[in-house]
Nanobody, 127 residues
């Protein structure tokens, strides 16, 4: 199983960026996908998640209305569209996959629920 996160980079305050997470080695639609981030000196934190069929999405409060998680099961890829980024969004962003057919009822925000992780992609927001 491989998760390949990409799309990170340097962006100005208020700008946009789209992260991608390409997954291989599993039946993608049987897995929820989550995005997490870790800033220097900080704990890794939940950002957003989407259920396997894309029927349900979850966001941390500080990114609601700015970030959008989506997925294309035909391409085995999940996305995180980041708009109106802020310097506090600077972090390494990780995608992860959780085996579940449920759209709700699980703790999608807990990294312990996820079975597979990709390497991170750095996002730096300049002020």
């Amino acid at each position: 199983v491989q998760l390949q996160a990409s799309g990170g980079g340097l962006v100005q305050d208020g700008g946009s960026l789209r992260l991608s997470c390409e997954v291989s080695g599993l039946i993608f639609s049987n897995y929820a996908v989550g995005w997490f981030r870790q800033a220097p000196g900080e704990e890794r934190e939940f950002v957003a998640a989407i259920s396997g069929r894309g029927a349900k999405t979850y966001y941390r409060g500080s990114v609601k209305g700015r970030f959008t998680i989506s997925r294309d099961n035909a391409k085995n890829t999940a996305y995180l569209q980041m708009n109106s980024v802020r310097p506090e969004d600077t972090a390494v962003y990780y995608c992860a996959a959780m085996k579940t057919l449920l759209d709700y009822g699980l703790d999608f925000e807990s990294e312990r629920q996820y079975d597979y992780w990709g390497q991170g992609t750095q996002v730096t927001v300049s002020s």
